[in-house]
């Protein structure tokens, strides 16, 4: 199993900074991809960024230039630097691992874990 822990999140004013991180414990082999989601008042999820164990990152178009994602393999750690925050940029962000390497009846499995979510507004 794997623990996702959160942590950064906050009140904000509009064109503000704020850094999230999300600490990963529990017994895996390792973590394919680390990434945020978030969901905003009456909207679906959506991906907001992720990284991959080598490094590889991805963005969606609504962040991309103001936020950058980072992850410290070391420390199973994934990091959201958000800057220029904006209003609509207001939501729950979620962390999530995909691909978690887990042993399951002796056998290693991909899995997949969410974190219990971390609050951001952006608001004068």
């Known amino acids: 199993q794997v623990q996702l822990v959160e942590s950064g999140g906050g009140l904000v004013q509009p064109g503000g900074s704020l850094t999230l991180s999300c600490a990963a414990s529990?017994?895996?082999?390792?973590?394919?991809?680390m990434g945020w989601y978030r969901q905003g008042s009456g909207a679906e999820r959506e991906l907001v960024a992720s990284?991959?164990?080598?490094?590889?990152?991805n963005y969606s178009d609504s962040v991309k230039g103001r936020f950058t994602i980072t992850r410290d393999n070391a420390e199973n750690t994934v990091y959201l630097q958000m800057n220029t925050l904006r209003p609509e940029d207001t939501a729950l962000y979620y962390c999530?691992?995909?691909?978690?390497?887990?042993?399951?009846?002796?056998?290693?499995?991909?899995?997949?874990?969410w974190g219990q979510g971390t609050q951001v507004t952006v608001s004068s």
């Open positions: 529990g017994r895996f082999f390792s973590i394919e991809r």
């Open positions: 990284i991959t164990h080598g490094g590889a990152t």
């Open positions: 999530n691992a995909d691909q978690a390497w887990i042993l399951e009846a002796s056998t290693w499995v991909p899995r997949t874990y």
